[in-house]
């Protein structure tokens, strides 16, 4: 069992910078890939980027490639979202998730745990 709680959202202006955080609680996490999703509104959920239970093993959306950067402590059970040069298409709800596959899944059906999700607004 893991539980996420995503923070760090907010309102920045376009070609600013956030860095959101998914804190988790449960044995598990250390074992578990992480994927950060988005959902915009009247859009369906999608697949930002994604990092392997070790760290080692990122994939990223072409959407946010060079702009988006994961990481994760597992020491501090927590995964970061570095998010540079903001564009206001990148306003969304976004979701921090939970999986024990050893690949990072691009599909949300992939995942066992979802956050609540942080609202991320960039304005123009």
């Known amino acids: 069992q893991v539980q996420l709680e995503e923070s760090g959202g907010g309102l920045v202006q376009a070609g600013g910078s956030l860095r959101l955080s998914c804190a988790a609680s449960g044995r598990t996490f250390s074992s578990s890939a992480i994927g950060w999703f988005r959902q915009a509104p009247g859009k369906e959920r999608e697949f930002v980027v994604g990092i392997s239970w070790r760290g080692g093993s990122t994939l990223y959306a072409d959407s946010v490639k060079g702009r988006f950067t994961i990481s994760r402590d597992n020491a501090k059970n927590t995964v970061y979202l570095e998010m540079n040069s903001l564009q206001p298409e990148d306003t969304a709800v976004y979701y921090c998730?939970?999986?024990?596959?050893?690949?990072?899944?691009?599909?949300?059906?992939?995942?066992?745990?979802w956050g609540q999700g942080t609202q991320v607004t960039v304005s123009s």
């Open positions: 998730a939970a999986t024990p596959l050893l690949r990072v899944p691009r599909a949300s059906a992939g995942y066992n745990y």
